[in-house]
């Protein structure tokens, strides 16, 4: 069963920068699949934020391309989120999942508890 | 980007009955549609993938159809544990988009 664990700070200051790890137990990051952040605005629906291989290719949804960063470590079995100049309407919790890709079907099957970040002064 | 609409917002049942939610896709995305369950303060739990494959361990009195732009969700004799918001996520096209969601609850 693979457990994945968001991590990093709650509060972030508007114009900074929202840093997030999550770390993958009971697998590996090298494994045949994406790796991808979906983000959930309180009592709003879900948004795919973008997602990463283990090679380091991404796709990113362009509501946010151009201040997104997703990277993988592969020594540390984890992957990251960035996204600077962040606004009110960043604030949401913020899930990693990994992301199954096969010829004929994709999707999200195991995601983390989510991490709510804050964006306020 | 593909817009994914969800009917009803919300629905009221109860234990025993049978509720079906639709799911519709700006454009075709053949069977690259995907449901998820989400409880209040939880993280969604995947039900059902292409469309109309129940995921492993999921109780089959879940069950989706559909293909092009129009699916559903149904969930036969509802049980106390499956009151929560249902989203649906076509898988088809960057960037993946998910629907408004639907919550289901007590009537």
């Known amino acids: 069963q693979v457990h994945l664990q968001e991590s990093g700070p709650g509060l972030v200051k508007p114009s900074g920068t929202l840093s997030l790890t999550c770390a993958v137990s009971?697998?590996?990051?090298?494994?045949?699949?994406?790796w991808s952040w979906v983000r959930q605005p309180p009592g709003k629906g879900l948004e795919w934020v973008g997602e990463?291989?283990?090679?380091?290719?991404?796709n990113y949804n362009p509501s946010v391309k151009g201040r997104v960063t997703i990277s993988v470590d592969q020594s540390q079995n984890r992957f990251s989120l960035q996204l600077t100049s962040v606004t009110a309407a960043d604030t949401a919790v913020y899930y990693c999942?990994?992301?199954?890709?096969?010829?004929?079907?994709?999707?999200?099957?195991?995601w983390g508890q989510g991490i709510l970040v804050t964006v306020s002064s | 980007d593909i817009q994914m609409t969800q009917s009803p917002s919300s629905v009221s049942a109860s234990v025993g009955d049978s509720v079906t939610i639709t799911c519709q896709a700006s454009?075709?995305?053949?069977?690259?549609l995907v449901w998820y369950q989400q409880k209040p303060g939880k993280a969604p739990k995947l039900l059902i993938y292409?469309?109309?494959t129940l995921q492993s361990g999921v109780p089959s009195r879940f069950s989706g159809s559909g293909s092009g732009t129009d699916f559903t969700l149904t969930i036969s004799s509802l049980q106390p544990d499956d009151f929560a918001t249902y989203y649906c996520?076509?898988?088809?096209?960057?960037?993946?988009?998910f629907g408004p969601g639907t919550t289901v609850d007590f009537k």
């Open positions: 996520q076509q898988a088809n096209t960057y960037p993946f988009t």
């Open positions: 454009q075709d995305i053949r069977t690259w």
């Open positions: 009971g697998g590996s990051i090298s494994s045949t699949n994406w």
């Open positions: 292409a469309a109309s």
């Open positions: 990463v291989y283990h090679s380091g290719s991404t």
């Open positions: 999942a990994r992301d199954v890709a096969a010829t004929d079907y994709r999707y999200f099957q195991y």
